[in-house]
Structure formats: structure tokens, C-alpha cells
């Protein structure tokens, strides 16, 4: 007769029990933690010098130096970002397209004039590299 309500009690707690355990788990969507950059300014690799060199020219007006973002745009920086939920394709559409806003409050992304396949593979690169370096793989 004592089991009857000590399981009735148990079965009461158990989505209040499963939900808090739901908050602690990673997940893309819901882990939005922008991670610093500080460290990412300095010691950028010679494979990726022009990758940093077309992202300042055409990216970071809004994206801000190193990826990290401004007012006017989100960082890269972010597991949002992160290859396999923004694929390396996406990252070549979003300057030829634009892009509308989804992910952030920052109004719709405009065409970039002007940045050529090769500056797009090289930001790709220098983008991957500052992630990774982040510990975004």
C-alpha cells in the first residue's frame, strides 16, 4: 500500500526530473555562446593570409575583425556557425545572394559586390581556421 503513492509521487516528479536534465545537453539551436577572439588576432597561419586579408576588405564592416561581429552583423564565432550546420556552400550563396535574417536581429545580409570564387574560398578557409581555433569543429 506505501508503493502505490511513493510511485505515484516518482511518476509526478519524472518530466520535471527529464526536463532539467535537458537543459545541461549541447544541442545547435539552443547552444548560441559566442566564444572569444581575442586570441584569434595574432598568429594567423601564412595559408590563411588571404583569407584574413579578403575577409577585412569585404566582411568586416559587419562581421567585425577576427569574426567576432558587430552591431551590423553576427559572428562566425559561434556553434551556430559551425560546418555542419552552415556547410562551406552556404558561406559562398550568402555574399553572391544575400541572405535573409534567420539566425539574427540584424536585418537581411545584401549582396557583396565584387569579391571574386577565390576570395570566397579563401574567407571559407580563414573562417574554418578561427573557428577551429575556438574549438568549433
Known amino acids: 500500500m506505501n508503493e502505490k503513492p511513493?510511485?505515484?509521487r516518482m511518476i509526478r516528479w519524472m518530466p520535471i526530473a527529464i526536463l532539467a536534465g535537458l537543459w545541461f545537453?549541447?544541442?545547435?539551436?539552443?547552444?548560441?555562446?559566442?566564444?572569444?577572439p581575442a586570441t584569434l588576432t595574432s598568429n594567423v597561419p601564412e595559408e590563411h593570409a588571404k583569407g584574413e586579408a579578403a575577409f577585412n576588405r569585404y566582411?568586416?564592416?559587419?562581421?567585425?575583425?577576427?569574426?567576432?561581429?558587430?552591431d551590423h552583423g553576427p559572428s562566425f564565432i559561434n556553434r551556430i556557425y559551425e560546418p555542419n550546420h552552415h556547410g562551406d556552400p552556404s558561406f559562398f550563396l550568402a555574399p553572391r545572394r544575400g541572405v535573409r535574417a534567420h539566425h539574427w536581429n540584424f536585418g537581411d545580409m545584401p549582396k557583396i559586390k565584387g569579391v571574386s570564387d577565390d576570395d570566397l574560398k579563401q574567407i571559407v578557409g580563414y573562417i574554418r581556421w578561427l573557428q577551429r581555433q575556438a574549438g568549433i569543429q
Not at 545537453?25 to 572569444?36: A, F, K, M, Q, V
Not at 567585425?64 to 561581429?69: E, H, L, N, Q, R
Open 6 to 8: 511513493k510511485t505515484l
Open 25 to 36: 545537453l549541447p544541442g545547435c539551436d539552443t547552444d548560441t555562446r559566442e566564444i572569444s
Open 59 to 70: 566582411c568586416t564592416a559587419c562581421h567585425g575583425k577576427a569574426a567576432a561581429g558587430t
